[in-house]
């Protein structure tokens, strides 16, 4: 058995627009990190966190990776080993690409992997749903699902859980700008009304069926005028500046989409292109800056792969 990895899991964008804690997908960067070691003393310790300044707890108790890491030893019977976590942030928290899941994920799959669990990847969902719980406090399964499973990934029922990994057309880039603004998860989520009417209802899953459709026949298009959310995104808009000028500009330049990631700040489009993807992320990019708003931006196709090891 090897005494140390380290695993890099992948940010994810959840929604996708219309599918409010029910899809999500992997891309490839940015992600997260983790070293993780065999120690002689059982238990889990956490010996350092960067990227984080200074933001998330070194207690293993109150560190969602270390406590998915125990809840999963737990399950398969395996207290008595002891394993050193070492978190190297390498995207930004609270951006709405699934920083907390990345790292959690990383975390999961590296004990998976030293322990050599031949299980599917998939059992482990369970325990980095605890993870979201306690990132955000509520354990939606559309960031951890694809960061762990990669691709595209629907999450029909929570329970009993029932994650089905989708198809999706080659091609498909995605361009994300995450502007330097904060949107906490879990304030993102008090805001969004719990009760909808029938027919925002009946235009929304509407919506998740074509885009649903769109993927499995190849169908951009369908993809594209299926990617409307009536019901969260009026309200979490408002928290992202410049919403609506970025899409505009976005679906000018030929974008396929364009949408809020997961809770935001952070927004995407899609494109059918690795080039188109630069250029409306540069330019959003660029306005942005005029309105004195720093932001990161991301360029990627769909992550297939979910987290690997690579040291
Ligand atoms: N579905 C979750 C939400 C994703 O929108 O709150 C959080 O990244």
């Given at each position: 058995m090897k005494d140390s990895i380290k695993v890099f899991a992948p940010a994810t964008v959840a929604n996708v627009?219309?599918?409010?804690?029910?899809?999500?997908?992997?891309?490839?960067?940015?992600?997260?990190?983790?070293?993780?070691?065999?120690?002689?003393?059982?238990?889990?310790?956490?010996?350092?966190?960067?990227?984080?300044n200074g933001r998330l707890p070194l207690d293993p108790a109150k560190n969602t990776v270390s406590v998915s890491v125990q809840h999963y030893l737990k399950s398969i019977d395996r207290t008595d080993i002891g394993l050193d976590i070492e978190l190297h942030k390498k995207m930004p928290i609270g951006s709405g690409l699934g920083s907390s899941s990345a790292s959690t994920v990383a975390g999961l799959f590296a004990a998976k992997t030293l322990l050599g669990d031949e299980t599917d990847v998939a059992k482990l969902l369970p325990f980095a749903i605890k993870g979201e719980e306690m990132a955000c406090g509520h354990g939606h399964a559309d960031n951890v699902a694809p960061a762990l499973m990669g691709g595209f990934v629907l999450i029909r029922s929570y329970e009993p859980l029932d994650v089905i990994r989708l198809p999706h057309p080659k091609g498909l880039y995605c361009a994300i700008v995450f502007p330097d603004v904060d949107v906490p998860t879990r304030e993102a989520r008090q805001i969004i009304r719990d009760k909808i009417y029938m027919k925002d209802a009946v235009t929304q899953w509407g919506n998740i069926a074509g885009l649903v459709s769109g993927l499995f026949m190849n169908d951009i298009d369908l993809i594209g005028r299926s990617m409307k959310d009536i019901l969260v995104e009026p309200v979490r808009s408002m928290l992202i500046p410049d919403f609506y000028k970025m899409r505009e500009m976005a679906m000018e330049m030929g974008a396929v989409s364009f949408g809020i990631s997961g809770s935001g700040p952070s927004v995407f489009a899609f494109t059918k292109s690795e080039e188109e993807a630069k250029q409306i992320a540069q330019k959003l990019q660029k306005h942005l800056a005029g309105a004195g708003i720093g932001s990161n931006i991301y360029v990627s196709d769909i992550n297939d792969q979910g987290p690997r090891v690579i040291g």
């Amino acid at each position: 058995m090897k005494d140390s990895i380290k695993v890099f899991a992948p940010a994810t964008v959840a929604n996708v627009v219309c599918g409010f804690d029910v899809l999500g997908f992997a891309v490839n960067e940015p992600g997260d990190e983790v070293i993780m070691r065999v120690t002689n003393k059982p238990g889990i310790t956490l010996s350092k966190i960067t990227g984080d300044n200074g933001r998330l707890p070194l207690d293993p108790a109150k560190n969602t990776v270390s406590v998915s890491v125990q809840h999963y030893l737990k399950s398969i019977d395996r207290t008595d080993i002891g394993l050193d976590i070492e978190l190297h942030k390498k995207m930004p928290i609270g951006s709405g690409l699934g920083s907390s899941s990345a790292s959690t994920v990383a975390g999961l799959f590296a004990a998976k992997t030293l322990l050599g669990d031949e299980t599917d990847v998939a059992k482990l969902l369970p325990f980095a749903i605890k993870g979201e719980e306690m990132a955000c406090g509520h354990g939606h399964a559309d960031n951890v699902a694809p960061a762990l499973m990669g691709g595209f990934v629907l999450i029909r029922s929570y329970e009993p859980l029932d994650v089905i990994r989708l198809p999706h057309p080659k091609g498909l880039y995605c361009a994300i700008v995450f502007p330097d603004v904060d949107v906490p998860t879990r304030e993102a989520r008090q805001i969004i009304r719990d009760k909808i009417y029938m027919k925002d209802a009946v235009t929304q899953w509407g919506n998740i069926a074509g885009l649903v459709s769109g993927l499995f026949m190849n169908d951009i298009d369908l993809i594209g005028r299926s990617m409307k959310d009536i019901l969260v995104e009026p309200v979490r808009s408002m928290l992202i500046p410049d919403f609506y000028k970025m899409r505009e500009m976005a679906m000018e330049m030929g974008a396929v989409s364009f949408g809020i990631s997961g809770s935001g700040p952070s927004v995407f489009a899609f494109t059918k292109s690795e080039e188109e993807a630069k250029q409306i992320a540069q330019k959003l990019q660029k306005h942005l800056a005029g309105a004195g708003i720093g932001s990161n931006i991301y360029v990627s196709d769909i992550n297939d792969q979910g987290p690997r090891v690579i040291g």
